[in-house]
């Protein structure tokens, strides 16, 4: 072999592991409002100092549990007509900070409280969003496993908080609502 083949070939080589070293990362969809806004709430409920009711009942704080079940009003449970949406899990954010979050269905969380025990897990609702303006629920629930008999769980609550829009970017103006059970 001589040295123009071997050069080539070289090159080739370089420009083919060049080209695949320097792939442009695949884009990511963008969010929708909606996604941004659950992402924000579960940031401060579970990373920053307003921590949602109760979050010191979580034993693992590394790895939260939530519900693909989106209630139209906190409330909505206690109501005969409650209206809800099971959300697909890409709608939740699969990390919050270095926290893993873990979107699952009601039938899912009530298999894990059947086989491990009752446990905390997280709900969303109330959001609207109107506009530059928007509100979001955060809330604490019990899943409790159908082995439990003759335990009330006396904790858990949330917040409904309200969020602007500046700049093309949602800000947390206020809060509106809190309960603690």
Do not use: C
């Not at 917040?159 to 809190?178: A, H, M, S």
């Amino acid at each position: 072999m001589n040295f123009k083949h071997v050069f080539k070939i070289s090159l080739l080589l370089l420009l083919g592991f060049m080209y695949l070293g320097f792939k442009p990362a695949a884009r990511e969809k963008a969010k929708t409002d909606e996604q941004v806004l659950i992402e924000l709430i579960l940031h401060r409920g579970l990373v920053e100092r307003d921590k949602v009711a109760d979050y010191r009942l979580f034993k693992n704080k590394k790895k939260f549990y939530i519900s693909r079940r989106v209630y139209e009003s906190v409330f909505s449970e206690l109501d005969a007509d409650f209206v809800f949406a099971d959300y697909a899990a890409e709608r939740f954010p699969k990390r919050v900070g270095k926290i893993k979050i873990a979107a699952l269905t009601e039938e899912e969380l009530q298999k894990k409280a059947d086989k491990k025990g009752d446990f905390l897990y997280l709900s969303i609702s109330d959001i609207k969003i109107e506009g530059d303006r928007a509100q979001i629920g955060l809330s604490l629930n019990w899943k409790v496993s159908k082995n439990t008999k003759g335990i009330i769980h006396m904790s858990g609550g949330g917040y409904i908080l309200e969020y602007v829009k500046e700049n093309g970017q949602w800000k947390f103006n206020r809060e509106l609502r809190n309960w603690i059970s």
